[in-house]
């Protein structure tokens, strides 16, 4: 079983909707993985998806409602096999954290699995963009596609 952790800064916007989006491409196509997701800040801990990317998950049929925040720890390290930022100040954010280069080595950016895409690409915060909820979960759908090809030894 692959166990991947999506982190964005507040756990509410980009990293539920990644997590609800990998999670669903691993179970349509019967792949084991384990999807959670974490915030780089405790503002948001105990809380659920921001309502914007509820309802942009479920006008794609996924359902991120029961997810609530978290905040990324050091043991996230030993449990997780993939940690997948989604900026680079969250990257740097975690990397801080690692205790080893064993532990650096499980952290990537998302878009580091988009085809094509700009090296050090972000995804961008939606939170202080309403229209922005719909950009960012096109750009998490293609990471998570990628990240798929990835776990079947495709890429």
Not at 64 to 80: H, K, L, V
Not at 88 to 114: C, G, W
Request: net charge negative.
């Amino acid at each position: 079983m692959k166990r991947v952790l999506m982190v964005c800064l507040g756990n509410i916007c980009r990293s539920p909707l990644a997590q609800g989006i990998l999670e669903a491409k691993a179970a349509s196509q019967h792949l084991a993985v384990e999807v959670d997701s974490a915030g780089t800040s405790h503002w948001h801990a105990g809380e659920k998806p921001d309502p914007r990317s509820v309802y942009t998950a479920a006008q794609h049929g996924l359902d991120i409602s029961g997810q609530r925040a978290r905040q990324f720890t050091p043991n996230d390290f030993r449990s997780y096999d993939l940690i997948l930022a989604m900026d680079q100040s969250n990257y740097d954010d975690i990397l801080r954290l690692a205790p080893d280069e064993t532990a650096q080595k499980k952290v990537k950016k998302i878009m580091d699995f988009v085809p094509g895409a700009q090296a050090g690409s972000n995804v961008p915060d939606p939170y202080w963009d309403d229209d922005g909820f719909e950009k960012v979960y096109e750009m998490l759908d293609q990471a998570c596609e990628g990240i798929i090809r990835s776990v079947r030894g495709e890429i």
